[in-house]
């Protein structure tokens, strides 16, 4: 019996050894060392929602950094910011980065952090507009080189109407439900909080289509080429964006109710751009394409031709290859 007992007191002893061991808490799976310092210029929109979560959740402490986020209007806007030295990073549509990247050649795409189809014409019934084709001769609302633009173009296309056949008119986003709702233009072309509040400002004199025609448009994570030297800070930026995305994958509800009251979101808005939103870290193919059109299109309104640009030269790969390589799919 004594053998027994002490066979028994050593096996406990053995599993409490290895739980203490192999289970760490959360405090001692922090980095080590002095948090490292970056900046990320972002819209408060869900699919900033992985940035927003690791942010609310204390993933970016834990990875060792202290993360300063400021908020932009647009994509472009945070990109221009960045360019300014005002950020180290920014978020954006891939469409806006395309357009940025010849007047910047040293943007560099970290990860896409986010898929989302939420851009939306907008436009007013007492203004004749019933229809797409009633958009003729009317003026429209865009945000020049942003996906409000350019989804104008493809959606203006799909439905058999010529650009000439249309006034654009230059609007920033703030002010695009003003300008509709106060009667400065006839629709406008924006994403999904700006196309809520037209919709709530307007009731039921407005009338709207989804622009996107099922093509989603990436939510990138940008930086300078100069970041890409000292890379410490962008790993452990994407490392915890992955931890936020298994938070999400566990606890959706959580998540969402966390990006909903972090921007103040009502709820009716929230679900029904959830069921348009994916929140994800990668780099997969489907980029590729979606720079190669963005460039395309630029291509086309440029009046002196010039190259075609090589997507792949603009992606760093390296920081999420090390963080989470089976995200990373682009063929190279």
């Not at 996906?147 to 493809?154: A, D, G, K």
């Not at 029904?272 to 190669?292: A, C, H, N, P, Y």
């Amino acid at each position: 019996m004594t053998g027994h007992k002490t066979t028994t007191l050593f096996a406990v002893w053995l599993l409490v050894t290895f739980a203490v061991w192999g289970c760490p808490s959360r405090e001692e799976r922090k980095t080590q060392g002095p948090p490292l310092e970056i900046s990320v210029g972002i819209t408060p929109t869900v699919y900033s929602g992985l940035i927003t979560i690791a942010d609310e959740k204390g993933f970016f402490r834990e990875s060792g950094l202290k993360v300063s986020i400021k908020e932009y209007s647009s994509g472009l806007a945070a990109m221009e910011a960045m360019c300014r030295r005002e950020v180290q990073m920014a978020t954006a549509a891939d469409l806006a980065f395309a357009l940025k990247i010849r007047d910047d050649p040293s943007l560099r795409v970290m990860a896409s952090i986010g898929l989302a189809n939420t851009n939306e014409v907008v436009a007013r019934r007492d203004s004749n507009i019933h229809e797409p084709s009633d958009l003729k001769g009317k003026r429209i609302g865009v945000t020049p080189n942003t996906i409000s633009e350019y989804y104008l173009y493809t959606f203006l296309l799909a439905h058999g109407i010529s650009q000439s056949e249309v006034t654009a008119v230059n609007i920033t986003p703030p002010g695009m439900v003003d300008a509709i709702a106060g009667g400065e233009v006839d629709a406008i072309s924006i994403w999904d909080s700006y196309v809520y509040q037209a919709r709530e400002r307007l009731g039921d004199n407005a009338v709207s289509w989804p622009a996107q025609n099922n093509q989603d448009y990436h939510w990138l994570l940008i930086a300078r080429e100069s970041l890409i030297q000292t890379p410490e800070p962008l790993k452990r930026f994407l490392k915890a964006l992955v931890t936020a995305e298994n938070f999400l994958l566990a606890h959706e509800d959580d998540a969402r109710s966390i990006i909903m009251h972090r921007w103040g979101f009502d709820p009716e808005f929230m679900r029904g751009v959830w069921e348009k939103t994916k929140l994800s870290v990668s780099l997969d193919q489907s980029l590729i394409r979606s720079l190669e059109t963005a460039a395309n299109w630029r291509m086309g309104r440029e009046s002196t031709p010039s190259n075609m640009l090589n997507p792949l030269n603009y992606i760093y790969t390296g920081a999420l290859d090390e963080i989470d390589p089976g995200a990373v799919t682009i063929f190279r």
